[in-house]
């Protein structure tokens, strides 16, 4: 499996940020994937935003839940990022991952999302 994220890499505050990732090599529908998102802010450690399962179901982070959602287009085999109303604190290299378990994780190259006036 081989994923790529896209999106813009600077937005306003307030705008809502929305980021795809595109997965290669097998299904976003096979059963035990579990398709996350994390981010790191600079300085920072990772942080799990969510995920959404092979079956369609979403979980989110406390942290963030009241404003992300993710959702994913099975015809383009593809899940997205939203993360509304965002501040410069939302500034962070965001990565979708690929997750079946224990050790077997296949992560994104990572994009940096930058939020300024």
């Known amino acids: 499996v081989q994923l790529q994220e896209s999106g813009p890499g600077l937005l306003k505050p307030s705008q809502t940020l929305s980021l795809t990732c595109a997965v290669s090599?097998?299904?976003?529908?096979?059963?035990?994937?579990?398709w996350s998102w994390i981010r790191q802010p600079p300085g920072k450690g990772l942080e799990w935003i969510g995920h959404i399962l092979y079956s369609g179901s979403t979980y989110y982070g406390p942290s963030l839940k009241s404003r992300t959602s993710i959702s994913r287009d099975t015809s383009k085999n593809q899940f997205t990022l939203q993360l509304s109303s965002v501040t410069p604190e939302d500034t962070a290299v965001y990565t979708c991952?690929?997750?079946?378990?224990?050790?077997?994780?296949?992560w994104g190259q990572g994009t940096q999302v930058t939020v300024s006036s």
């Open positions: 090599g097998g299904s976003i529908t096979t059963n035990g994937y579990y």
């Open positions: 991952v690929a997750d079946r378990g224990p050790g077997d994780l296949t």
